[in-house]
């Protein structure tokens, strides 16, 4: 048996129980470099319980729909971000943790100029470009011990199809 999960919007009010959405603010909390440069300051939270933070590349294969979602998985020793250098979008898929399984998964489609910070422990599929191979600088906890668990369906999700994007 498989079941159907529809991939929302990306809204930060949406995606708040399992991280953060980076993107601009209406204004910059800042100018700075001379009144040439607006600095939106402190999007996300790093977490991280031990280690350091890293910066990564990941170069990812793309992803169409139906997307099937057979596995899931967390980091229990860091947090994890995700901003695309190519400009293309993430299927993103998220699930709240029912006493140390994922419950219900939901899915989100990034827009442009999106990037999204993971908290530490959610539970989440694999990196997804969507419809188009991308590279995504990943911000993630670099240290000694296991920091990886996955958790596998008896019966997989498929992401079927992507609500309509509303106009703001």
């Not at 901003?83 to 699930?95: C, K, M, Q």
């Not at 906890?141 to 019966?155: K, S, V």
Request: aromatic share 8%; hydrophobic share 40%; charged share 20%.
């Amino acid at each position: 048996m498989t079941r159907e999960l529809i991939a929302q919007p990306l809204t930060a009010a949406d995606f708040a129980p399992f991280g953060e959405v980076l993107e601009p603010k209406a204004q910059p909390d800042k100018l700075i470099n001379q009144g040439k440069c607006g600095r939106h300051h402190d999007l996300a939270q790093l977490d991280f319980a031990d280690g350091r933070a890293g910066i990564s590349l990941f170069d990812a294969e793309a992803r169409t729909l139906p997307h099937k979602v057979d596995m899931v998985e967390r980091h229990p020793e860091g947090s994890q971000a995700f901003v695309p250098v190519t400009g293309v979008p993430i299927l993103v898929v998220v699930a709240p943790d029912k006493d140390g399984t994922p419950g219900t998964p939901r899915a989100f489609l990034s827009q442009p100029g999106q990037s999204i910070n993971l908290h530490r422990g959610v539970w989440h599929g694999v990196l997804a470009p969507f419809e188009a191979p991308g590279q995504y600088i990943v911000i993630d906890r670099i240290g000694e011990g296991a920091n990886l668990e996955e958790h596998w369906f008896d019966d997989p999700w498929i992401v079927t199809k992507v609500a309509a994007q509303t106009e703001g």
